[in-house]
């Protein structure tokens, strides 16, 4: 991990302001997407929002509802971000676990490339 991406992370897809942004302590999924201009309300999937981690050589993707943890429900979790990590709020026509997997794998290896 270079010295950028151990102070970063990337929120992507249908955001207002993709892109990277420096990790602020014990930053959240939300405060993450908030950073990047908030979901494109009438575009976006928020209730299928992608976390996606590596560390130790672990590659984890969690899909949470971002647009639940934004109504106030306390039964989602909204996770602490870390050095790294990718979010990803996809469009509403919606894509599968598997091919979320596989662009977030291409942004992560993009995101090395660059930085």
Same mark, same amino acid.
């Given at each position: 991990?270079?010295?950028? &991406?151990?102070?970063?992370?990337? +929120?992507?897809?249908?955001v207002?302001?993709?892109?990277?942004?420096?990790?602020?302590?014990?930053?959240?999924l939300?405060?993450?997407?908030?950073? &990047?201009?908030?979901?494109?309300?009438?575009?976006?999937? &928020?209730?299928?929002?992608?976390?996606?981690?590596?560390?130790?050589?672990?590659?984890?993707?969690?899909?949470?509802?971002?647009?639940?943890?934004?109504?106030?429900?306390?039964e989602?979790?909204?996770?602490?971000?870390?050095?790294?990590?990718? +979010?990803? +709020?996809?469009?509403?026509?919606?894509?599968s676990?598997?091919?979320?997997?596989?662009?977030?794998?291409?942004?992560?290896?993009?995101?090395?490339?660059?930085?």
């Amino acid at each position: 991990m270079t010295l950028l &991406a151990s102070f970063s992370v990337a +929120v992507m897809g249908m955001v207002t302001s993709p892109g990277v942004f420096f990790l602020e302590p014990e930053m959240t999924l939300m405060e993450g997407i908030a950073a &990047a201009g908030g979901w494109h309300p009438t575009d976006s999937q &928020a209730t299928s929002t992608y976390l996606w981690r590596e560390k130790d050589g672990e590659r984890t993707l969690t899909v949470i509802n971002a647009q639940a943890l934004m109504l106030g429900s306390s039964e989602v979790e909204n996770p602490r971000l870390q050095a790294g990590d990718v +979010v990803f +709020v996809p469009s509403k026509s919606g894509m599968s676990r598997d091919e979320a997997s596989r662009l977030l794998l291409s942004v992560t290896s993009l995101l090395r490339l660059i930085f």
